[in-house]
């Protein structure tokens, strides 16, 4: 319960379990205590050099980097991108198998359920842009993003883990305590929509149950705060994550009309008693920090980033990155369509410029025989000794100040590193190329234009794995099927049989997907194929 209340007196409350409240002058208290600490760990920081995980981003400092994300994503020359998901394909049934009888259509219509079902954990993002001085090199600024789906008034995400996936992040060093603690909201048009006519009307609700819990026990305190306070003195109330700062503020005005609060810290709330009148006069305010618009800001999280990407119409990279695009358009930009045809509208219209180092490096292999690598990291090491055997080196990278983590360490799997191993790799490929034509001599530097021109033939086809064809287009119509021949097999009349059955019996040859047409007849694909 309180203590005494009222002007010059402090006063504290804790509600167990939620967080803990200070009232009257303690909270002027509070704020300068906090303030000095907070300028004592800059000093110190300052004293120990850049912070390599400046490059990690969290609810806890997302609005203090955007800025500047949103800048250097206009700068950049382009952008490479990775994700981590809570997992990978649904495989509940037979006819959702992937399979080499996949068309891309059929592909994109296994996968959709998946994408719906889970969510992305982690998105990084590595800027690229070449240097000034004609170098040949580039600078790569990288943000590994931990992101969360929002649980904030009416919406209340539902999303499935997958255990192989787990298992595969927690192997890598990935922190699931941030992902549910720090993790960046985010919103699709259709959530936005949504949660901005909710907020325009007044009719918030919550579906948190146990906020709803600790709503009714904190408007119950305030309001025998209110009571023995006098106009102007104030509460605060700490420990707020996330979106939970605004659902708090928004519930609280409703129900109690001589307060006023305001955000404190990005966690911490401050009440005030005022004035009828006074209450009239804040509201109309500008600074308002409830506005449906800030509010929405909030709510949108990592979807701004995404808009900035949009809108700077930059080249988007990645390795092996249907799963990517989809994610991407599901959480940030519209649910999933339906219709295949739409989605690669839909990302052709997003994202007009997209190279698939996979799928690069799958096209150059009749050229460079050592490029047949199973995986990113491999690749990018090929390709370094390549252009040392090819007496060349591929374009310096250099990290930016205050971002250094990757180039001091390793980091596989963590978002924002393959990313950046990605784009490196589309600048080797991309010299690569200008060697073999005969465009590179020195001492003459390619420019970014040339590296980019030397992709061309391959930009919006992204890598299928093991599907009836290599590739499809975001810009065009899908190729033609190109691999080997699919073989028919008759069963003997009064023989059982099934497509496992039949696999086994080929097991011996090769490996082969069995798809069944009738009782005695089944189909055969292989990606093994001597003719």
């Given at each position: 319960?309180?203590?005494?209340?009222?002007?010059?007196?402090?006063?504290?409350?804790?509600?167990?379990?939620?967080?803990?409240?200070?009232?009257?002058?303690?909270?002027?208290?509070?704020?300068?205590?906090?303030?000095?600490?907070?300028?004592?760990?800059?000093?110190?920081?300052?004293?120990?050099?850049?912070?390599?995980?400046?490059?990690?981003?969290?609810?806890?400092?997302?609005?203090?980097?955007?800025?500047?994300?949103?800048?250097?994503?206009?700068?950049?020359?382009?952008?490479?991108?990775?994700?981590?998901?809570?997992?990978?394909?649904?495989?509940?049934?037979?006819?959702?198998?992937?399979?080499?009888?996949?068309?891309?259509?059929?592909?994109?219509g296994k996968l959709r359920p998946s994408v719906t079902r889970f969510t992305v954990s982690q998105i990084g993002l590595s800027l690229f842009t070449q240097e000034s001085n004609s170098t040949n090199g580039f600078f790569a600024l990288c943000y590994n993003f931990y992101l969360f789906p929002p649980s904030f008034g009416p919406l209340d995400a539902e999303f499935t883990f997958q255990s192989s996936s787990c298992s595969f992040l927690a192997k890598y060093g990935f922190d699931f305590k941030k992902f549910?603690?720090?993790?960046?909201?985010?919103?699709?048009?259709?959530?936005?929509?949504?949660?901005?006519?909710?907020?325009?009307?007044?009719?918030?609700?919550?579906?948190?149950?146990?906020?709803?819990?600790?709503?009714?026990?904190?408007?119950?305190?305030?309001?025998?705060?209110?009571?023995?306070?006098?106009?102007?003195?104030?509460?605060?109330?700490?420990?707020?994550?996330?979106?939970?700062?605004?659902?708090?503020?928004?519930?609280?005005?409703?129900?109690?009309?001589?307060?006023?609060?305001?955000?404190?810290?990005?966690?911490?709330?401050?009440?005030?008693?005022?004035?009828?009148?006074?209450?009239?006069?804040?509201?109309?305010?500008?600074?308002?920090?409830?506005?449906?618009?800030?509010?929405?800001?909030?709510?949108?999280?990592?979807?701004?980033?995404?808009?900035?990407?949009?809108?700077?119409?930059?080249?988007?990279?990645?390795?092996?990155?249907?799963?990517?695009?989809?994610?991407?358009?599901?959480?940030?930009?519209?649910?999933?369509?339906?219709?295949?045809?739409?989605?690669?509208?839909?990302?052709?219209?997003?994202?007009?410029?997209?190279?698939?180092?996979?799928?690069?490096?799958?096209?150059?292999?009749?050229?460079?025989?050592?490029?047949?690598?199973?995986?990113?990291?491999?690749?990018?090491?090929?390709?370094?000794?390549?252009?040392?055997?090819?007496?060349?080196?591929?374009?310096?990278?250099?990290?930016?100040?205050?971002?250094?983590?990757?180039?001091?360490?390793?980091?596989?799997?963590?978002?924002?590193?393959?990313?950046?191993?990605?784009?490196?790799?589309?600048?080797?490929?991309?010299?690569?190329?200008?060697?073999?034509?005969?465009?590179?001599?020195?001492?003459?530097?390619?420019?970014?234009?040339?590296?980019?021109?030397?992709?061309?033939?391959?930009?919006?086809?992204?890598?299928?794995?093991?599907?009836?064809?290599?590739?499809?287009?975001?810009?065009?119509?899908?190729?033609?099927?190109?691999?080997?021949?699919?073989?028919?097999?008759?069963?003997?009349?009064?023989?059982?049989?099934?497509?496992?059955?039949?696999?086994?019996?080929?097991?011996?040859?090769?490996?082969?997907?069995?798809?069944?047409?009738?009782?005695?007849?089944?189909?055969?694909?292989?990606?093994?194929?001597?003719?």
């Open positions: 319960m309180f203590g005494e209340s009222g002007r010059g007196r402090a006063t504290e409350l804790a509600i167990p379990g939620v967080y803990p409240f200070r009232a009257g002058s303690d909270v002027k208290k509070a704020r300068r205590k906090e303030h000095v600490e907070s300028q004592r760990l800059k000093q110190k920081e300052g004293e120990l050099g850049s912070g390599v995980n400046m490059c990690e981003v969290t609810a806890a400092n997302f609005q203090l980097l955007y800025p500047q994300i949103k800048e250097e994503i206009a700068k950049c020359d382009f952008v490479a991108i990775d994700t981590e998901l809570t997992g990978l394909h649904t495989n509940s049934s037979p006819a959702g198998q992937l399979s080499l009888f996949d068309s891309p259509e059929e592909r994109y549910f603690r720090e993790g960046i909201p985010y919103l699709n048009v259709e959530q936005e929509s949504r949660l901005q006519v909710l907020l325009a009307a007044g009719t918030w609700s919550l579906s948190n149950s146990a906020l709803k819990d600790m709503l009714k026990m904190t408007i119950t305190e305030v309001s025998e705060w209110l009571v023995r306070a006098q106009e102007g003195d104030s509460l605060m109330l700490s420990g707020l994550p996330g979106l939970q700062v605004f659902e708090i503020q928004l519930m609280l005005r409703r129900g109690i009309s001589n307060i006023w609060t305001e955000i404190e810290d990005q966690d911490k709330v401050v009440i005030q008693k005022v004035s009828y009148s006074k209450r009239t006069q804040l509201e109309n305010s500008v600074t308002d920090v409830c506005r449906v618009d800030r509010v929405l800001e909030a709510a949108l999280g990592f979807t701004l980033v995404f808009r900035e990407l949009v809108g700077a119409n930059k080249p988007l990279i990645g390795h092996n990155m249907l799963l990517d695009l989809m994610y991407i358009h599901d959480k940030f930009y519209r649910s999933l369509p339906e219709s295949f045809a739409d989605f690669k509208t839909n990302i052709h219209k997003l994202f007009p410029s997209v190279f698939d180092t996979k799928h690069i490096s799958k096209r150059m292999r009749q050229e460079f025989q050592s490029l047949q690598i199973p995986n990113l990291f491999a690749l990018h090491s090929v390709l370094e000794s390549r252009l040392v055997d090819l007496a060349q080196h591929g374009p310096s990278l250099h990290h930016i100040s205050g971002c250094e983590k990757y180039a001091e360490n390793d980091c596989p799997h963590e978002a924002a590193f393959d990313a950046f191993i990605c784009g490196a790799v589309l600048l080797q490929l991309a010299q690569l190329l200008l060697i073999n034509q005969g465009s590179v001599f020195e001492p003459r530097i390619p420019l970014i234009g040339e590296y980019l021109a030397a992709v061309e033939p391959h930009k919006n086809n992204v890598n299928l794995i093991r599907a009836r064809v290599s590739f499809m287009s975001l810009s065009g119509d899908d190729p033609q099927a190109e691999r080997p021949p699919i073989l028919l097999v008759k069963v003997r009349r009064g023989w059982s049989s099934s497509p496992a059955e039949i696999a086994r019996e080929f097991a011996t040859f090769c490996s082969l997907d069995v798809r069944k047409e009738s009782p005695r007849h089944y189909l055969l694909a292989t990606n093994e194929w001597k003719g």
